[in-house]
């Protein structure tokens, strides 16, 4: 037969009775949900503090940027105020600038004009008189109108100076009335035909031709147009200047008169 093991037999002991009541149970189950209610609210505490302090440095970090960015604003005010003359002087200097430069943009070269004249003088010429009429146009504003555009056509009227074709004139802005002494016609058609070929002037043109009683001099008069290029757009922007000729602006009228025994 088979022994038995001595885990077989029952222990000797009590028996254990639970002497505890029901409601003592339920205290002590109260006890331990409150321990957990209580840890419980106070990590939350420590998690609510934790990101009121994260929080808060946050909005310490954003004031004290938004302080410099002030004191950042009321230098750059300040500093703002101080240049507002400065900044009125630039502008006053511009407006003056563009005033210069519409006031002057007609300025004429006369001294072009003499040398132009003298160029195309052939040997043995001799210029009695000059002199050199601006057309309305060119005169600007002072008869309160405004001048057209370079390179526009003149206005009827607006021509002062007669031209071999007076079906087919050119602008021009002011006209040279001359006479004077040659040796031959032939003389004064080379004067009309260098006249021609500068570009300076525009539409020569010769009027009257009168033979001396010893045929060895002409007396003549006659005009030429004086071209745009006579401009000296020494006020007009670098810009304007390399690419359109200057505005209109107002000029007076001049008339200049060498003379008599002029250039030869």
Aim: charged content about 15%; hydrophobic content about 40%; some cysteine.
């Amino acid at each position: 037969m088979k022994r038995r093991g001595a885990a077989s037999h029952p222990r000797p002991g009590l028996p254990s009775v639970n002497l505890l009541s029901q409601s003592e149970f339920d205290r002590m189950a109260v006890r331990r949900l409150r321990k957990r209610f209580v840890a419980g609210g106070v990590a939350l505490v420590l998690l609510v503090g934790a990101g009121w302090f994260v929080q808060h440095m946050r909005v310490n970090d954003a004031q004290k940027l938004v302080a410099v960015e002030q004191a950042q604003t009321s230098r750059l005010s300040s500093q703002t105020q101080t240049l507002t003359t400065i900044k009125t002087f630039v502008t006053g200097v511009a407006a003056q600038k563009a005033t210069v430069s519409t006031t002057m943009a007609r300025e004429i070269y006369f001294s072009k004009v003499l040398a132009g004249l003298r160029a195309a003088t052939p040997s043995g010429t001799s210029m009695q008189s000059i002199s050199v009429t601006l057309a309305p146009d060119a005169a600007g504003t002072a008869a309160g109108t405004t001048a057209p555009a370079a390179g526009a056509p003149a206005a009827a009227g607006a021509s002062v100076c007669p031209g071999p074709d007076p079906f087919q004139t050119e602008t021009i802005i002011g006209c040279v009335t001359l006479s004077g002494t040659a040796v031959s016609r032939a003389q004064v058609g080379e004067l009309v035909t260098n006249l021609g070929s500068m570009g300076l002037f525009v539409e020569p043109f010769v009027s009257t031709t009168t033979t001396g009683d010893s045929a060895t001099s002409v007396t003549f008069s006659g005009s030429v147009g004086l071209s745009e290029k006579v401009y000296s757009h020494r006020y007009a922007p670098a810009s304007a200047t390399a690419t359109t000729p200057a505005a209109p602006s107002a000029a007076a009228p001049t008339d200049q008169t060498t003379p008599a025994g002029g250039t030869s």
